[in-house]
């Protein structure tokens, strides 16, 4: 028997592709440290947890499997987003343009936070992902509230411990890395449970343009 391929519709898509965008306009915009209230975070802050909110939409409405092949897709994404920066920081600058030093200096990531950042993205997005999936399960699709908080809790608090750590352990002091993940775990989660009006928009939309509710048995 040929195997039937696999559809995607353009609600799909644009989701995947909502997802991505905010993946990589996060990783860009981090090198700026922001000062409010006596906190200091990245700017990224004001989109990565957007990833979060439109995985937990992937994973209610579509399913673990296929939230998980969007995860794979923004890796691969920011990983080329990544590799043509690095690779238009070594071509020779024209002789009039005065903009290497300011390209190297907010485009010029470090091995380091490369890797403590994409080790991140992956358990984070993963474990966000499975942990929605799996509480669907156990609420029988009720609460959608409780399972977007929960698994936000979940992804987020080991995306932050993550980063922190492999990106400055030896670095700074250790109460410091507890601060700083401490603070961006609680504010990033802080930010999702203040959009779950907008996450149960944007679920219910979907699930009615669909005509799908996947509930992942067995994961």
């Not at 358990?123 to 929605?132: H, Y």
Request: charged share 15%.
């Amino acid at each position: 028997m040929k195997e039937q391929k696999e559809c995607y519709s353009k609600w799909f898509v644009l989701t995947a592709a909502v997802f991505v965008t905010c993946l990589i306009t996060a990783n860009i915009i981090a090198v700026k440290l922001v000062g409010m209230a006596g906190l200091v975070f990245p700017a990224a802050l004001v989109i990565f947890p957007v990833s979060y909110i439109i995985g937990d939409v992937l994973t209610e409405v579509y399913g673990y499997r296929k939230a998980r092949q969007v995860i794979w897709l923004g890796f691969l994404c920011n990983l080329i987003a990544v590799a043509a920066i690095w690779t238009g920081g070594l071509l020779p600058a024209a002789a009039f343009w005065d903009g290497q030093a300011a390209y190297n200096r907010i485009l010029g990531y470090t091995p380091r936070l490369l890797g403590a950042s994409f080790i991140a993205y992956l358990i984070g997005e993963f474990s966000n992902a499975f942990v929605m999936a799996k509480m669907k399960i156990a609420t029988r699709g009720r609460w959608l509230w409780t399972r977007t908080i929960a698994s936000t809790l979940a992804g987020q608090g080991l995306d932050s411990a993550i980063f922190i750590t492999l990106a400055f352990a030896g670095a700074i002091p250790i109460d410091g890395m507890i601060s700083a993940v401490i603070t961006q775990w609680l504010m990033k989660s802080a930010y999702e449970a203040a959009a779950t009006p907008l996450t149960y928009l944007a679920v219910n939309f979907l699930k009615q343009q669909e005509k799908s509710d996947v509930s992942d048995r067995p994961l």
